[in-house]
């Protein structure tokens, strides 16, 4: 079982709820919520859809490193501009 502080599991509560949120980060949330709540790998991953491989994966990045494990790193090197994006999709 995962153990986590009230302002711990109100973190990834706030997630969920948050319109913004985007689809991979709500379903962090969703992994270290039902991890919390007692349930292993297999059945967090089957109730999910989604594979045990990506629960163990931010289960122990939530371990590490709590909430800040769960957020996306910056990707290296400059960011993509919209006329790189349109050439890379074969439109330019």
Not at 16 to 33: D, F, G, K, T
Not at 57 to 69: A, I, L, M, S, T
Not at 71 to 91: E, M, Q
């Amino acid at each position: 079982k995962l153990g986590l502080t009230d302002h711990e599991r109100e973190q990834p509560k706030a997630v969920v709820r948050r319109r913004s949120s985007s689809q991979s980060m709500v379903l962090r949330a969703r992994i270290i919520l039902k991890c919390a709540s007692g349930d292993d790998n297999c059945d967090v991953a089957e109730q999910l859809g989604t594979s045990q491989q990506t629960v163990c994966k931010w289960r122990k990045q939530f371990v590490e490193d709590r909430f800040e494990g769960l957020l996306d790193c910056p990707k290296p090197g400059p960011p993509r501009s919209v006329r790189g994006a349109v050439a890379a999709c074969g439109f330019g």
